[in-house]
């Protein structure tokens, strides 16, 4: 299975884009997302910006990902 995460970026310079959540970083490549900008949220599958999210729609995945990871414990 695939998973994809949204993240939000923290810095842009050209093609690639450092994104986090939580203490988490992560350089990407934002070639396929070239619209994006530092602040906005975008969707991150194997290294890559996939999609740029609105922010309500980035925290509800979220918190649909955490009540996921709570009731397999």
């Given at each position: ?13 050209g ?42 729609d ?5 918190s ?10």
């Amino acid at each position: 299975m695939c998973l994809a995460v949204p993240l939000k970026v923290r810095k842009k310079e050209g093609d690639m884009a450092e994104v986090g959540l939580k203490g988490l970083r992560q350089q990407v490549s934002v070639a396929l997302t070239p619209e994006v900008k530092e602040g906005d949220w975008v969707l991150v599958h194997a290294g890559f910006a996939i999609q740029r999210l609105e922010e309500n729609d980035a925290l509800e995945t979220l918190s649909l990902l955490e009540e996921l990871n709570e009731a397999g414990n």
